[in-house]
């Protein structure tokens, strides 16, 4: 049996944004038919009607192409706003509400899975970066991280991710930390788990030099792993290149890895950011190559 394998829509964002034109290029120019979609390309906090009718579209398109989509993430334009950990309390009432709204979207666009980051806490006038998170601000979260599993029950979702970012300023962004969370959301009303990034968990300036990075996520978290980021990048920032780049990620031995760790199961998408102006046709080419690399290391 073959790991899952699909692609973020991360690539598409700004260029192929609409379900009628990612569905059928991820079928028939990936030759992929699994994806996660970002909401990069469909803001949940655009009207109800609006939104009813771009899920309307996904469920047709995304039918049409034969392309399933397992889940649904945050995206950059959400994520860069706090979310849940800004000082202001009213700020994280809004991204609760927004992540409601996403679940929402995505049970109408026949998703049943949404994750992503959860917030990011304010920095300080000196830089220093705090080791751990004021424990009022963590309580807070995990509240309202049950309270968010309620309503994602009450849209019929399965399950709910939190993504760790490699930052001190997120949470949660050690293996420790995240197992704690996982305790701390035990019992939730739809189960929280993880979706592990290549690019974090071997972020070198926060994690050292040992090289063990994934690893040790894959071991500690086991089967609370949901899904998996996969991305070439050099583990000294989160690159977020593809795999026609030079880089520190081999294919073969991130499935060998995931393997050794019973992850056969755990669905892995490439996601890939480009700028801005970088040509269309070059990021089509970069991507396809990517698919073309990845998909039979992960068969
Ligand atoms: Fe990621
Ligand atoms: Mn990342």
């Known amino acids: 049996m073959g790991i899952p394998f699909g692609i973020n829509l991360s690539f598409c964002v700004k260029r192929w944004v ?9 079928a028939e120019d990936l030759g992929l038919d699994l994806v996660q979609l ?4 469909v803001d949940p906090a655009w009207p109800d009607g ?3 009718r771009l899920a309307g579209d996904i469920r047709r398109e995304t039918a049409r192409a034969g392309v399933t989509v397992h889940s649904a993430f945050i995206g950059l334009a959400h994520y860069t706003f706090n979310q849940m950990l800004h000082p202001d309390p009213e700020v ?6 927004w992540l409601k709204r996403a679940y929402r979207v995505a049970a109408a666009a026949g998703i049943t899975r949404v994750g992503g980051p959860l917030g990011a806490v304010a920095s300080r006038r000196d830089g220093r970066e705090a080791e751990s998170l004021d424990p009022a601000d963590y309580a807070d979260l995990i509240a309202r991280m049950h309270r968010l599993a309620e309503a994602a029950r009450a849209e019929g979702l399965t399950e709910l991710y939190v993504e760790p970012t490699p930052m001190r300023r997120e949470w949660p962004w050690t293996v420790a930390q995240a197992l704690r969370m996982a305790e701390d959301t035990a019992g939730a009303a739809v189960p929280w788990k993880f979706c592990v990034d290549w690019g974090h968990g071997t972020f070198e300036p926060l994690y050292g030099r040992y090289r063990a990075g994934m690893a040790e996520w894959y071991r500690a978290l086991g089967a609370r792993i949901g899904a998996i980021h996969i991305q070439q990048t050099d583990f000294q920032l989160d690159r977020h290149w593809d795999f026609t780049e ?4 081999d294919p073969a031995a991130a499935a060998a890895l995931q393997r050794a760790n019973g992850l056969d199961d755990v669905p892995v998408f ?14 089509l080419d970069a991507v396809r190559r990517s698919a073309a690399i990845l998909k039979p290391a992960f068969a």
Not at 18 to 26: E, H, I, K, R, S
Not at 246 to 249: H, I, K, L, Q, T
């Open 18 to 26: 609409t379900p009628a034109l990612w569905a059928p290029l991820v």
């Open 38 to 41: 970002s909401f990069d390309l």
């Open 50 to 52: 609006l939104l009813d």
């Open 92 to 97: 994280r009432d809004v991204a609760e509400a």
């Open 246 to 249: 030079p880089g520190a990620v």
């Open 270 to 283: 490439l996601e890939v950011f480009y700028p801005f102006e970088r040509d269309d046709a070059s990021i």
